[in-house]
């Protein structure tokens, strides 16, 4: 019974919460049980909310009880919350020293939604400090274990959630993207993930790392079951200035890819370091998609080979700024022997931060400052516009992208972490699509040597229908579906 509700898709949880046949508290419980007989091993989990989960159980067995109204597809359902989201009176860090003990008196926008549709909250899940890193490595807490290899990273920054998801620690994740931190650890542990395009789903209470970049997704283990969650995230915040009013058509999720033009960029399969299981999981995906009826077009995005500089210019400079609010004065670590302000703000921010956030603080300030500015990052936002360009040329000839998501499968824990550029390469593939403010889909294509590779689809501007009808269509084609390890 446990595994049947631990290892479902949210449409057929929702299906038996209907029917009856199931509770909210009694599913609250099964991943409760699961949690606790995986999570030593997975470590998805920084702090889990046993109390606020019950409670929220409690209530949705009530709207359930009480017929259609106030029913969402996601009430009753275990969520799990990257440790960036701000949830009112739930310690919410970032994944930091710096920030432990915070308590937001807010919701981000994200957590208010899945919290008005009747989710159920079981945790905040752990990931690369303030999001900056590609392994989970860089918590200030400890590593997240592959649920497939436990040796093995699960990806980052979102590790925790993608973690949570294929483990059966949740039904679904919420994570943030900023240059492939939804979709690459979704690559890395066999589950879906998607962002939207910039400014789809709002960023308020997000605590930011890189404001142009950063994007808000789920962790699913269906389509269907990630434009369940899209439709809930997703739609205009007056609180967030770049988040627009535009809707969010989905109807043609199950329309197939026959007459869709699917285009290959040929920069995305040259990229070093690229393994070779991988290019046959995808060649075989790809084969997939044209027995379904897609034509495959070549397509080039030329300045491929500068986007990685250019993000980490881009992506450093602007997280200069965001953290430069942490100062030891208002919230967070403070040290309470300091005796001049300034020797507070030192200390609070060299002992509060790890290694890679002070790395790419000292890029970014010195990035920004007097005399480099135009040489760095006024040149590295050209060649971010030069990227956007290239990405419109390839649309003028497809309707949408395909690749990889990363150019590896899931690599041993420590394997990278003493050469920061290797571990920058994981995201070669995706950071593009945040740069540009692309839709971006991961979803499982045939595993190699029982560890899981991601397909990657990228669509235009506001056309997240595309990416995950390309999806939808790979799904059903080619019967690889999203699975939970067995731990």
Known sequence: MSEELTHATIAELHGRLRRKEVSAVELLEAHEKRIDAVDGEVKAYLR?????????????DRRLAAGDHGVHPLTGIPVAIKDVFCTKDVETTAGSRILAGFKPP?????????????????????????????????????????????????????????????????????????????????????????????????????????????????????????????????????LDSTCFDRPLDLST??????????????????????????????????????????????????????????????????CSSNLARY?????????????????????????????????????????????????????????????????DEAFQKCDAIVSATSPTVAFKIGEKTGDPLAMYLCDVLTLGADLAGLPGLSLPSRAEDGLPVGLQVISPQFREDLALQVGRAYEMASGVLAEVAPL
């Open 253 to 318: 999720l199950n329309d197939g890819v026959k007459g869709l033009k699917l285009g290959l960029p040929r920069e995305y399969f040259e990229v070093a370091g690229m393994e070779e299981g991988v290019k046959r999981s995808i060649a075989e995906a790809i084969d997939v998609l044209k027995e379904a009826g897609a034509e495959l077009v070549e397509v080039s995005l030329p300045h491929t080979d500068y986007g990685l500089a250019a993000y980490y210019i881009v992506a450093p400079a602007e």
């Open 48 to 60: 889990r909310t046993p109390e606020l989960a019950r409670r929220q159980a409690e209530e949705a």
């Open 327 to 391: 100062d030891g004065v208002r919230y967070g670590l403070s040290d309470p022997k300091a005796e001049t302000v300034l020797e507070n703000y030192l200390n609070t921010r060299r002992e509060g931060f790890g290694a890679e956030v002070r790395r790419r603080l000292m890029l970014g300030t010195y990035a920004l400052s007097s005399g480099y500015y135009d040489a760095y990052y006024l040149k590295a936002m050209k060649v971010r516009t030069l990227i956007k360009r290239d990405f």
């Open 106 to 238: 807010y919701d981000a926008t994200a957590v208010a939604r899945l919290r008005e549709a009747g989710a159920v909250f079981l945790g905040m899940t752990n990931c690369d400090e303030f999001a900056m890193g590609s392994s989970t490595e860089n918590s200030g807490y400890w590593p997240t274990h592959n649920p497939w290899d436990s040796t093995r990273v699960p990806g980052g920054s979102s590790g925790g959630s993608a973690a949570a998801v294929a483990a059966g620690e949740a039904v679904f994740s919420i994570g943030s993207d900023t240059g492939g931190s939804i979709r690459q650890p979704a690559a890395l542990t066999g589950t879906v993930g998607f962002k939207g395009t910039y400014g789809r789903v709002s960023r308020h209470g997000l605590i930011a790392f890189a404001s142009s970049l950063d994007h808000v997704g789920p962790f699913t283990r269906s389509i269907d079951d990630c434009a369940t969650v899209l439709g809930t995230l997703a739609g205009h915040d007056p």
